[in-house]
């Protein structure tokens, strides 16, 4: 499994950002000069790795890499690993974390949401006593996340499009992954990726990428339309949303991003694209047909892994606290299953 090779180097990354209180940028709205705004009080599971998401997906990180290759030689050491998750993942401190995600509706939304769902289910995949533990704690902030996910989804008409955090298709397409939401609210959130997405064509996909992409996106929506569409009907759509790849003609999203400067926070995001395109263009490839789209998009797939792997475990820490979930996500995710049919 590729991912074995990175394990030990990805969980040391890890464990150092989610346990680093400091530098946070908490994103926390001030209403008195008495109140308290220590990250650590405000969130004390998630106070690491500079800001709430970062932290949650880092987490999800070590329980991937636990239950990919804990006890093996790729990670042979897990205590540090569980010993610090146990201490994070406790009823009291997720009861916090729930708290606040009510008190503050559009809070990580819906980004933030996603990866908490996808926390919750890759420690229900791990299983075992420390999994079911983690699991079964995390339950009211999942919870939260379905009643914030529900009320939310009836008022957002409109799709984000942009490639950073508050991209729509990206966040319900984990959401539909964890598979950790009622029926009801993941068929809603089917049914507003299909109103959205639907009907799109002919994507505008030489606008990409923008200056500070992690996302791309065409390829998420594209990414979170082969979850809800039969394999039949997804070829069918994407050759409407991007014709260039069924003719052959060049495609900007198929051609790895420059990095001018890999340490500027913003920048640096387009370490994050290559890898994210990675994951999506495997995810989109494995959907599709034999031929020569499928195989296109996997020569495209490695060569954005390519280029953006080397950063992961040598990059400083305005790329290190988030840039190896990603590497995680095009090394080691594999796609769903597409539905014969539509269900919602």
């Known amino acids: ?4 090779a990175h394990a030990a180097g990805f969980a040391r990354l890890a464990l150092a ?7 946070n940028f908490p994103a926390h709205p001030m209403t008195s000069p008495e109140e308290e705004i220590r990250p650590r009080t405000l969130h004390p599971a998630f106070h690491g790795a500079y800001d709430w998401h970062s932290s949650v997906h880092m987490h999800w990180l070590l329980v991937r890499l636990l239950r990919r290759h804990g006890g093996t030689p790729a990670l042979p050491h897990t205590a540090p690993v569980t010993a610090v998750l146990d201490r994070h993942l406790t ?6 974390e729930a708290a606040y995600l009510l008190a503050h509706p559009s809070f990580e939304r819906p980004y933030g949401w996603a990866w908490l769902v996808a926390l919750a289910a890759e420690c229900r995949a791990y299983g075992g006593t420390a999994g079911a533990r ?4 995390l339950k009211p902030a999942v919870t939260a996340v379905g009643t914030l996910l529900a009320e939310w989804l009836p008022k957002a008409i409109y799709p984000v499009r942009h490639g950073n955090h508050p991209n729509s298709a990206f966040a319900l397409g984990l959401v539909l992954d964890a598979g950790e939401l009622p029926a009801a609210t993941t068929g809603a959130v089917r049914q507003r990726l299909l109103t959205w997405f639907a009907d799109d064509r002919d994507a505008p996909a030489h606008w990409e990428p923008s200056g500070q992409d992690f996302l791309s996106p065409a390829l998420t ?3 979170a339309m082969r979850r809800v569409l039969g394999r039949e009907r997804f070829a069918h759509w994407l050759d409407r ?3 260039a790849l069924r003719s052959g003609a060049p495609c900007p999203l198929l051609e790895v991003p420059v990095v001018s400067d890999q340490a500027d926070p913003q920048i640096g995001h387009l370490l994050g694209l290559m890898l994210s395109r990675a994951a999506a263009l495997r995810s989109i490839a494995a959907a599709l047909p034999d031929g020569g789209v499928r195989t296109r998009l996997a020569q495209a797939a490695d060569a954005h ?3 953006g792997l080397p950063a992961v475990e040598r990059a400083d820490f305005t790329t290190g606290h988030w840039l190896a979930t ?3 996500l095009a090394l080691d995710t594999g796609p769903d299953p597409v539905p014969d049919a539509v269900s919602c």
Do not use: H, K, Q, S
């Open 134 to 137: 983690w699991a079964e704690a």
């Open 241 to 243: 949303f991007l014709p």
């Open 91 to 96: 009823p009291g401190n997720i009861a916090v």
């Open 326 to 328: 990603f590497a995680a």
């Open 17 to 23: 950002n989610i346990t680093r209180e400091y530098p």
């Open 221 to 223: 929506e594209a990414d």
């Open 305 to 307: 892994l390519g280029a």
């Open 1 to 4: 499994m590729p991912l074995t």
